[in-house]
């Protein structure tokens, strides 16, 4: 693939990326498909579009700028595992700060959960996922795509801060962050067998990545 086809991919996935932001766009698709289906379809268009330009970047020309040490590998492997545990205990919960909420109207600022530590812990998982793929892959097509989805990740929440702000009010959501930041970072969770298998999720998502790399990346993680 040369660095035009190249880039090209990198458009499309930020093109369907953009429909979230997109009002009208969203709005139709929902109306058409139910929030339900609009959620269940972007949520596959989006890994399919991330598995398709993870894929280009291995097909892009190879340019080396540092060599791949084991020691690269194993903290890819620790950061990866948090990686999971992180978005197990997010995705499909409470959030009325972040994307990737369900629910919000029962949020609890009192007992914030994860929320506590992070207004969009999605995103970081995402700039984690692109920060610690950076090390093992020393090249310049690979360096490009983690830097610049870490980059999307970390930027994406002053943009969804400015747009929650905008939706739910200036003033209500600075009460409802400043009662999140209040609250105790640990407590019990209302419901331990719950927690405790989005934590067996996470571990399961993890090996089931590990098993996958080589079949859907084309490199193994080991």
């Not at 972007?42 to 892009?60: D, F, K, P």
């Not at 700039?127 to 970390?154: Q, S, T």
């Not at 405790?196 to 490199?219: D, K, N, Q, S, T």
């Amino acid at each position: 693939m040369s660095w035009v086809g190249y880039a090209a991919v990198f458009a499309a996935f930020f093109l369907t990326h953009s429909i979230p932001v997109r009002p009208a766009v969203k709005s139709h698709l929902t109306s058409a498909l139910g929030a339900r289906g609009f959620g269940l379809g972007y949520s596959i268009l989006s890994l399919g579009m991330l598995t398709i330009l993870i894929w280009s970047a291995g097909q892009a020309p190879y340019v080396q700028l540092w060599p791949q040490v084991p020691w690269q590998r194993h903290v890819t492997h620790l950061g990866m595992l948090a990686v999971c545990l992180l978005l197990a205990l997010s995705i499909a919960r409470p959030n009325p700060f972040s994307f990737g909420g369900a629910r919000n109207e029962a949020y609890d600022p009192t007992r914030p959960g994860i929320t506590g530590l992070t207004r969009h812990p999605i995103l970081n998982a995402l700039a984690l996922w692109a920060g610690v793929h950076l090390l093992p892959n020393g090249d310049v097509a690979h360096i490009l795509l983690f830097g610049v989805l870490g980059v999307f990740a970390i930027a994406g929440r002053s943009l969804i801060d400015r747009r929650k702000r905008r939706i739910m009010g200036a003033e209500q959501w600075r009460s409802l962050d400043k009662s999140r930041r209040a609250a105790p970072k640990l407590h019990a969770p209302r419901s331990w067998p719950r927690t405790v298998l989005r934590i067996l999720l996470g571990l399961g998502a993890f090996v089931a990545l590990i098993l996958a790399h080589p079949h859907v990346i084309g490199v193994p993680a080991l």
